[in-house]
Every structure is written in structure tokens, then in C-alpha cells.
């Protein structure tokens, strides 16, 4: 058992746990591979989120079966969202699977593993950040979430909220820092509500103000907010620590009350507008996105114009749009009828997707002749490639290596998506 094959898709977080889950095999030995067929080990890692995501890993999981035949001893796993706390009805499904495996439920495949090596793996493997890490990387904060939005799968298969010590943390972060990391986003489903599970009372503050201490991070992000844990000392400490990037991922999810109590979401329109006002008040040129649902159970025209509305009055640098599923299993599912038509939801979201690409167009074309700060994570089409502080993409084109480097980059032209520019000065500006 020499190689694995990990295939993800789905939200950072099912990112961050394939990251980890590889630092383990490779802990053990294995080496990672890009095609299924080449591997000992594979493991699909799902999301159900969205019912094409749950399509996805159900055409990849099918293709599994003939690869399974030709050799028996190859370990097929599915980890992640499909996977329930009963997994029987999967195992019907797809006989041919060997292991079902809930997220962050990396256990059950290390023993088989450890098993066929001969090895006791917990005695092997330590910690699971990973060992040759991209520019930038994910760190897990906090696992499960304890809402209950109505449209939502994920506390049932994520489970409550558990929050990651904080010194835990920082050694992560500080391990990353040493294996050439310069940026790190801390993951959780509300990364906002970090630590108050945990004894001795800390909070997401606390933990950005140790991490910017970090040696050798030039930068750190935290994603996803949830608006009622968006705490006055959380601002602020945006607003002051040098690393912290200008950057705030906040889900409205409507911008009607009525379909915002039938979500659970706790808060109103108003209050979402008061914070992101105060939001803007104290982070100087922050940027937030944020994420919408259009064609809930119920909304009617003018509900989502609601929506439109808000989108337009408060001019998100991201907007991602989705035209509501039901979930199986979700309190929407259980409880309402999903009554907006299939083409009333795809023409919603298109009315939002082109709503947001003119204030892009006009926001982004404002920043050309501006100079900004680029972390550089790699190159495309010859070109490097990287991001602002406020989660702008940049392409430009140098000769060096500029991989890793903070590049100041004066901008030339912009597109909703992008930003085109050339470096300004002729060397990297290694800010610290
Ligand atoms: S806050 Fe709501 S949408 Fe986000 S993970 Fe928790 S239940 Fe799901």
C-alpha cells in the first residue's frame, strides 16, 4: 500500500479536511496521486449542499465500481457531508465501498491503513497540518455548527459546534508559518462564535490578536461570519491588527424579514444593515461579500425584491447567489413546500448575478491607477496570479519568481472578476 487519491468538492472546509487527511497518509507513508487508477487508497470527499454537488459525487462514486473490480484490494472511502449517521442506505447503494466516513472522521481509514501496514498509526501520525502546503492554507477552527437555519444540512452532519483550543491553534498556525505559509484563513461554519463552547472563555478577538504574532505570516483571514456573533471587540480587532486582512464574509441569506424567520436566521434586515454599517464605520476600506438564497419555500416577487434591493443599496465586493434546493432532511424540507417554481428560481438568481457584475464592474474600474498589495499564490496562463488584502484577484506578468512575495501592483484594467496590473517598482516589496 504505497499511494492515495483524495477528490474533493464542496466548501473550504471539505478542502481543509482532505488537506488533512493527506498529511496523515503521508504521515504513514503513502504518497498522493492524481488519477484514481493509479492509487491503493481512494477517497471521494462529498458535499450535499447543492443538489449538483450531491450529482457530482454520485457520478465520481459510480465510477469507483469498475476500479474496485479490477483490483479488490484498492480501499475505496466516501467521507463528508453524504455521509449520515447511518450509513446503510449508502452501503446498499454502493456495495463496493469500503468505508463511510462522516466529516473530520479520518479514524476509521487510518486503522485500516495502519492495519494493512502493520503500523499503529497513532503513534505515527502527529500533527495534521499539511506538510508541503500551498502559499496559502486553511486552518479548521471549530467543527459543526449549533443553529439550525431551516435550509441546512450541515449541523446534522458536521454536528454542535466544538471550537479548537486556541494554543492548538497558534502552534498550527506557527508550524504552517515554518513550512512557507504566508497566509492562513481560520474555517468554521461560524467562525464568529469561536471558543464560547470552550472552558475558560475565549473568543475569534483573542485568537487574531495571538496569530498576528505569528513570525513569518503576513496575513490572516477568518471565514464564515454569522451576523449575530459579529461582536463590537471582533470588529475591532480587525481594525487593528496589521495582518488581520480588511475582510469580512457576512451571509445576509435574504433581504426580506419574513423569509428570514422562516430560514431562522436571527436577525432582520435592518439589524444585518446597522452591522454592516458599523463594519464599515470602523474597518477602514474593508470589503465584504456575502451569500443569498433566492426561491425559498414561499418568497414571493416582491419578497425577492427585497433582496435586489438590499444587494444594490449596500454594494458587496462577492455575492454568491443560490437558487434554492430542498435538502433532505432539513427542517425546510420536512416542514415546507418548495413552491417557487424551477425557472422563477434560475431567473432570480440570474437578476442578482447580473446586478452584481455592473456594481463590480463600476467598483473594480475604480481601482484602476490605485496601487495594491499583492500576496502572489501562483501562476496561470503565464501569469502570476494572487490577491489584495480585500480578496481581489490580480494577474500580472514579471519574469522573477514571485511566488509567496507581497508584490505591490499598480492596476491597469479591471473586469467584474479580475484585475489586470504591473508591478511598480523592480523589485518585490517584502513587507513584513
Ligand atoms: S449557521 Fe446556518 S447555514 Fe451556517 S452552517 Fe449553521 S445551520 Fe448551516
Redesign the pocket.
Known amino acids: 500500500m504505497e499511494t492515495f487519491h483524495l477528490w474533493t468538492i464542496g466548501c473550504q472546509m471539505n478542502k481543509a479536511d482532505s488537506e488533512r487527511l493527506g498529511s496523515a497518509l503521508e504521515q504513514l507513508g503513502l504518497h498522493q496521486v492524481d488519477r484514481a487508477a493509479d492509487a491503493d487508497v481512494v477517497v471521494l470527499n462529498s458535499c450535499v449542499v447543492r443538489q449538483n454537488a450531491e450529482d457530482k459525487v454520485v457520478v465520481n462514486l459510480s465510477n469507483m465500481a469498475p476500479l474496485k473490480r479490477q483490483r479488490e484490494d484498492r480501499v475505496v472511502a466516501l467521507m463528508g457531508c453524504m455521509v449520515g449517521p447511518k450509513s446503510d442506505e449508502l452501503a446498499r447503494r454502493f456495495p463496493f465501498v469500503d468505508l463511510f466516513m462522516r466529516p473530520q472522521d479520518y479514524g476509521p481509514l487510518l486503522d485500516l491503513v495502519g492495519e494493512r501496514l502493520g503500523l499503529d498509526w497513532e503513534g505515527c501520525v502527529g500533527s495534521l497540518a499539511p506538510s508541503q502546503p500551498d502559499v496559502t492554507c486553511y486552518i479548521p477552527i471549530i467543527h459543526g455548527?449549533?443553529?439550525?437555519?431551516t435550509?441546512?444540512?450541515?449541523?446534522y452532519r458536521?454536528g454542535r459546534q466544538v471550537s479548537r483550543p486556541l494554543d492548538e491553534i497558534v502552534r498550527e498556525a506557527e508550524l504552517l508559518a515554518a513550512r512557507g505559509v504566508k497566509e492562513v484563513t481560520v474555517l468554521g461554519?461560524?467562525v464568529d462564535a469561536y471558543g464560547y463552547d470552550l472552558e475558560g472563555k475565549t473568543d475569534l478577538a483573542e485568537l487574531l490578536t495571538e496569530l498576528n504574532e505569528v513570525p513569518d505570516l503576513n496575513r490572516i483571514r477568518f471565514l464564515?461570519s454569522?451576523p449575530s456573533f459579529m461582536s463590537e471587540r471582533l470588529i475591532e480587532a480587525v481594525a487593528k491588527l496589521p495582518k488581520v486582512c480588511e475582510h469580512v464574509n457576512l451571509?445576509i441569506?435574504s433581504g426580506d424579514d419574513e423569509v428570514l424567520a422562516r430560514m431562522?436566521?436571527p436577525y432582520t434586515r435592518s439589524d444585518y444593515v446597522e452591522l454592516v454599517g458599523r463594519i464599515r464605520d470602523t474597518v477602514h476600506g474593508v470589503s465584504l461579500s456575502t451569500d443569498l438564497i433566492v426561491g425559498f419555500p414561499g418568497e414571493t416577487e416582491e419578497q425577492f425584491q427585497h433582496s435586489v434591493d438590499l444587494i444594490s443599496e449596500l454594494r458587496f465586493d462577492k455575492v454568491h447567489c443560490a437558487a434554492y434546493s430542498t435538502r433532505p432532511g432539513t427542517i425546510a424540507a420536512r416542514t415546507m413546500e418548495d413552491d417557487v417554481p424551477h425557472e422563477a428560481k434560475l431567473h432570480r438568481r440570474e437578476e442578482i448575478d447580473r446586478l452584481q457584475e455592473n456594481i463590480l464592474s463600476e467598483t473594480n474600474s475604480a481601482m484602476i491607477g490605485q496601487d495594491v498589495e499583492v500576496l502572489v499564490e501562483d501562476s496561470r496562463k503565464g501569469k502570476w496570479r494572487g490577491r489584495t488584502r480585500s480578496d481581489k484577484l490580480v494577474f500580472f506578468q514579471d519574469s522573477r519568481d514571485l511566488r509567496g512575495e507581497l508584490v505591490t501592483v499598480g492596476i491597469t484594467s479591471a473586469g467584474p472578476w479580475s484585475l489586470q496590473g504591473e508591478p511598480t517598482v523592480g523589485r518585490p516589496n517584502l513587507a513584513g
Do not use: S
Not at 145 to 149: I, R, S, T
Not at 151 to 155: N, Y
Open positions: 455548527c449549533d443553529l439550525m437555519c435550509f441546512c444540512i450541515i449541523p458536521r461554519q461560524t464564515t454569522h451571509p441569506q431562522r436566521r
